[in-house]
């Protein structure tokens, strides 16, 4: 198959054209725009479709990429090189995201169509989704940081402006530019860490980096405070705070749960699927600079914090929404403790597994935020205590939600306990060997405890027992299928089973449902880039396309290369945490089961045991309250008074009207050389001069033909005299 | 006849043409002054072509003169009526700019 331009970019330029169009027509043609946002997107579901056919069944190799670039401009000159490549970057890896984002935004746009119909800024919200998801389709497919950034930043925007999206709500806006500015943060560490690469090895493309780490260009140190640090390291932290503020890890966090503002589909597709899973990508990406920096300690502890951490704070949330928000940041916490811990692969297929049952759980929040509607105050009820019983109004959603359920809950042949038991696998095996590991490892299993039990605590809440606001209930419309309302809902729960990303039960090959190792194709596709590889590599011109038929198969090696002793080891490990996971799920779930179900254990008595606790997760741990009060009342206000008292009272002051005072004497100096010698002299004189010419040409010049008659006469006479005369 | 009273004859109409161009205000009579200088110059060569060549040269030019004399005054007249169709007048004092 070939692969030329005119096959991959519009993956990123269908959206972007509907955003385009849509914009400029959303007013008065709102079906329109609908409709061409929606089949945009679904032409790059099958552009990327095409895309992850090859690349997983036709090529089946971990080595299959596809890297072309041009030039976006070339300034250099007089020794000095300012070029600035750009480019498309295909792997196995971006196959596979682009295959998820397309679908995932796909059916996101089509349940909007259902969930945002009656809203009176319907079609805007889709101009928006259309260029979010252009966004990260660009990102997905960039080759190099620059690119990334600026898609990164235009993801930014639009989750600023959809989380902003019902401005009247009080609060919205406020939310919005909290996590406008909470990601900026880190994004201006991320820019940093590009501006550290670009400086040392002199382009930012992914393929030049792992070129010069392999060949060790990124050891050097440079001096920071007159402390020396490895450029790696520092180009680490860097775009690993970008990753921190962007996937809203510990202690960034703080700008998710106020994302849930925005409208549920946009929850669903921003600040659940995609966009905070871009955060996991890149450092994905940029692990091997991680393992060079000497990072991936610091990365594992700040997930295995952000995984626990969150996972507490969800326990005592009453908004369904918030538990979501809570669950999504403590699943990213999962993906950044994998890439701590060197789990690569698994750490990519929990993005994977998670961007797709948190899309379902997002939607399913939100069709049951729209069915229950409050007569009385005219809005939505998103709180848990007031629902109950809804089982029976909303089978579809029901059975959705419990499939994703199950599936966040790492419940054995779903696909989250595929994934999340391999990161807790191998966070077993990192902390077997070294002891800085503990720490991570047991918060990641703590968390995987009580992940199952709010998350059931919340299904309970809502979908069982007797509805607890009668009057809501009744009111709930009886759910039927609709291909815009559930049929997304339970297309994506479909996805959710275990067997679409692995064979085998526990995902590490051992208990194995498909004999064949084929079935392990995101094990063997996905792979940690060995750098060796890419010190040859060349990329080809964009306007070429590419033919490259790779036929040699990998074959999945389940010992990953390792001696058989090791492997035994090791092996022993991942069955350990399995049956540790396995356990830890069903007990979640059993006590979740006691306390909201069967009522046998009173969830309130715990509640008033350890009401300091309580209060501590009710309030989120008081970062918020640390960052707003603390931080920025008690040291960036002071610290800004000081500021603006300097730039008054003493710049202000002394320089500016100091200058002011200089350039007052300056002008009174040059008014009197202006006014004597220039103007009287100069101007005017010149003036006089032009008049007493004036008055010379004047005369001669009066327009008067007999006069000039008469001159001609005087000249001629005057000629003619002056010779001899002839006769 | 001498050449002189020819050459007087010639002179007086040259000045008489002369005066006629810088006294009147007329345009026509200043055009008809221009006619008198013509004639003048016309008298001048055949005088001079009488008393000192024998053959006839200057009395074709003085044809030629008289014909170009006519063609002037064609041209002439047709300017003034032009003019005197933008000033609704034919005095030379009202002639002292180049456009309207």
């Known amino acids: 198959m070939t692969y030329s331009i005119a096959s991959i970019l519009p993956i990123v330029l269908l959206p972007f054209f509907a955003f385009a169009v849509n914009s400029f027509i959303v007013k008065r043609f709102t079906t329109l725009s609908v409709i061409l946002s929606c089949s945009a997107i679904f032409g790059s579901f099958l552009f990327a479709a095409r895309i992850f056919g090859d690349f997983v069944f036709g090529k089946y190799n971990s080595d299959y990429y596809i890297h072309k670039t041009f030039t976006w401009f070339d300034i250099s000159g007089g020794g000095l090189t300012f070029k600035v490549p750009m480019g498309i970057y295909i792997d196995n890896m971006a196959a596979i995201?682009?295959?998820?984002?397309?679908?995932?935004?796909?059916?996101?746009?089509?349940?909007?169509?259902?969930?945002?119909?009656?809203?009176?800024?319907?079609?805007r919200f889709f101009v928006y989704l259309s260029l979010f998801?252009?966004?990260?389709?660009?990102?997905?497919l960039s080759d190099n940081l620059l690119s990334v950034f600026i898609f990164w930043e235009i993801m930014g925007f639009c989750s600023y402006s959809l989380i902003g999206f019902y401005y009247e709500k009080e609060g919205a806006g406020n939310a919005s530019i909290k996590a406008f500015m909470t990601t900026r943060v880190g994004d201006v560490f991320f820019l940093l860490g590009i501006v550290a690469l670009w400086t040392t090895v002199g382009s930012v493309t992914f393929v030049d980096i792992y070129k010069a780490i392999a060949t060790g260009g990124l050891k050097d140190s440079i001096l920071i405070f007159g402390i020396g640090v490895p450029v790696a390291t520092l180009a680490a932290f860097s775009i690993f705070m970008g990753t921190v503020g962007k996937s809203a890890q510990f202690p960034l966090q703080v700008w998710l749960p106020d994302a849930m503002f925005g409208p549920t589909p946009c929850s669903a597709l921003i600040h659940a699927a995609t966009m905070v899973a871009a955060g996991v990508y890149l450092s994905l990406r940029m692990f091997p600079l991680m393992e060079l920096g000497g990072l991936l300690p610091i990365i594992a502890y700040v997930g295995g914090i952000t995984a626990l951490g969150a996972a507490t704070i969800a326990l005592v949330q009453t908004d369904i929404k918030a538990v979501l928000a809570f669950s999504t940041i403590s699943q990213l916490g999962y993906m950044v403790l994998g890439i701590g811990v060197g789990a690569y692969n698994p750490a990519f297929m929990h993005l994977i597994t998670h961007a797709v049952f948190k899309a379902c759980l997002f939607l399913a929040a939100g069709s049951v935020i729209h069915s229950?509607?409050?007569?009385?105050?005219?809005?939505?009820?998103?709180?848990?205590p007031r629902m109950g019983g809804l089982r029976k109004k909303l089978p579809y959603t029901f059975l959705a939600m419990l499939f994703c359920t199950?599936?966040?809950?790492?419940?054995?042949?779903?696909?989250?306990?595929?994934?999340?038991?391999?990161?807790?696998?191998?966070?077993?095996?990192?902390?077997s060997s070294s002891k800085l590991y503990w720490a991570p490892a047991v918060m990641g299993f703590i968390g995987a405890f009580l992940t199952p039990f709010y998350m059931f605590r919340m299904i309970f809440l809502t979908f069982f027992g007797e509805p607890r606001d009668k009057d809501l209930y009744e009111h709930a419309h009886h759910e039927h299928i609709q291909f815009n309302s559930n049929v997304p809902l339970l297309i994506l729960s479909v996805f959710t089973f275990g067997v679409w990303f692995s064979g085998s039960l526990e995902g590490q090959g051992i208990v194995k449902v498909f004999p064949e190792s084929k079935y392990e194709w995101f094990q063997v596709l996905v792979e940690k880039p060995e750098l060796n590889k890419f010190i040859g590599r060349t990329s080809t011109a964009i306007s070429e396309p590419e033919s490259k038929e790779f036929i040699e198969h990998s074959h999945y090696d389940p010992n990953h290369g390792m001696s058989e002793e090791e492997a035994h080891h090791v092996?022993?490990?991942?069955?350990?945490?399995?049956?540790?996971?396995?356990?830890?799920?069903?007990?979640?779930?059993?006590?979740?089961?006691?306390?909201?179900?069967?009522?046998?254990v009173n969830p309130g008595w715990w509640t008033n045991a350890f009401s300091g606790w309580t209060k501590a997760l009710k309030n989120k741990y008081y970062f918020d309250n640390f960052y707003i009060d603390g931080l920025i009342k008690k040291l960036m206000l002071p610290f800004n008074n000081f500021l603006s008292w300097f730039d008054m009272g003493v710049y202000d002051r002394i320089a500016i009207d100091g200058w002011a005072k200089v350039n007052q004497w300056l002008y009174s100096v040059s008014r009197w050389f202006d006014n004597l010698i220039i103007d009287s002299v100069l101007v005017d004189g010149s003036g006089v001069s032009v008049r007493f010419f004036n008055i010379?040409?004047?005369?001669?010049?009066?327009?008067?033909?007999?006069?000039?008659?008469?001159?001609?006469?005087?000249?001629?006479?005057?000629?003619?005299?002056?010779?001899?005369?002839?006769? | 006849m001498s050449l002189i009273s020819y050459i007087s004859i010639s002179l007086?109409?040259?000045?008489?043409?002369?005066?006629?161009?810088?006294?009147?205000?007329?345009?026509?009579?200043?055009?008809?002054g221009v006619e008198l200088i013509l004639n003048a110059s016309a008298l001048n060569f055949v005088t001079f072509t009488k008393y000192f060549n024998s053959n006839i040269d200057g009395h074709i030019?003085?044809?030629?003169?008289?014909?170009?004399?006519?063609?002037?005054?064609?041209?002439?007249?047709?300017?003034?009526?032009?003019?005197?169709?933008?000033?609704?007048?034919?005095?030379?004092?009202?002639?002292?700019?180049?456009?309207?």
Request: glycine share 6%; aromatic share 12%.
């Open chain 1, 696 to 727: 010379i040409m004047r005369t001669i010049q009066n327009g008067r033909i007999q006069f000039y008659f008469i001159v001609l006469i005087v000249v001629l006479v005057s000629y003619l005299l002056s010779f001899k005369p002839v006769i």
């Open chain 1, 406 to 431: 199950l599936a966040i809950a790492g419940v054995p042949l779903f696909s989250g306990f595929v994934s999340k038991d391999r990161i807790l696998g191998d966070a077993l095996v990192m902390a």
């Open chain 2, 61 to 100: 030019f003085s044809l030629f003169i008289i014909l170009v004399a006519a063609a002037e005054a064609a041209v002439g007249l047709a300017i003034v009526i032009r003019f005197f169709q933008v000033r609704e007048s034919i005095h030379i004092d009202s002639a002292t700019q180049l456009q309207s």
């Open chain 2, 12 to 32: 007086i109409l040259f000045i008489c043409g002369l005066v006629v161009i810088l006294a009147r205000k007329n345009i026509i009579g200043m055009l008809l």
């Open chain 1, 571 to 600: 092996h022993h490990l991942h069955h350990l945490g399995a049956i540790a996971s396995i356990i830890i799920a069903f007990s979640g779930i059993f006590l979740a089961y006691l306390m909201y179900v069967a009522f046998k």
């Open chain 1, 97 to 123: 995201m682009l295959l998820m984002v397309t679908g995932v935004a796909f059916l996101i746009h089509l349940f909007s169509t259902f969930y945002m119909h009656d809203d009176k800024r319907y079609g």
């Open chain 1, 372 to 384: 229950l509607h409050d007569h009385h105050t005219h809005t939505h009820v998103q709180e848990m």
């Open chain 1, 133 to 140: 998801t252009s966004a990260m389709l660009g990102l997905v």
